[in-house]
């Protein structure tokens, strides 16, 4: 008969693949779903740091937003139209000429 040494109290035991706990989701169902994002979340789905989506409150050319207490946020339909309006196919587009009149330039401040 072989012994097999049991681990001390407070050791970890590894786990094995069948007991490994499943990745959490990003972000759940409820979640995506909701017509309000957070800052950080408006930003994700823009594509740009939440720096930045507050640069765009502060100067102007970025989504529409609420302000509720402290908190910011952005309306889902908002942000979507804000995308689509600033979709261009070539650099010769009205909208790509359009777009680039709209965002605040650091060469044209006063």
């Not at 007991?19 to 972000?27: G, K």
């Not at 009205?94 to 060469?107: F, Q």
Request: glycine content about 8%; proline content about 11%.
């Amino acid at each position: 008969m072989t012994d097999i040494p049991k681990p001390k109290t407070g050791a970890s035991v590894p786990l094995s693949p069948e007991i490994a706990v499943p990745a959490r989701l990003p972000t759940s169902p409820a979640r995506i779903l909701r017509p309000y994002l957070r800052g950080g979340e408006a930003a994700e789905l823009i594509g740009v740091s939440i720096r930045t989506l507050e640069k765009y409150r502060s100067t102007g050319g970025g989504p529409p937003f609420l302000k509720v207490g402290s908190r910011v946020l952005y309306l889902r339909e908002d942000v979507e139209a804000w995308l689509q309006r600033h979709r261009c196919r070539n650099t010769s587009d009205d909208n790509y000429a359009a777009a680039l009149r709209e965002m605040p330039s650091r060469r044209n401040r006063p």
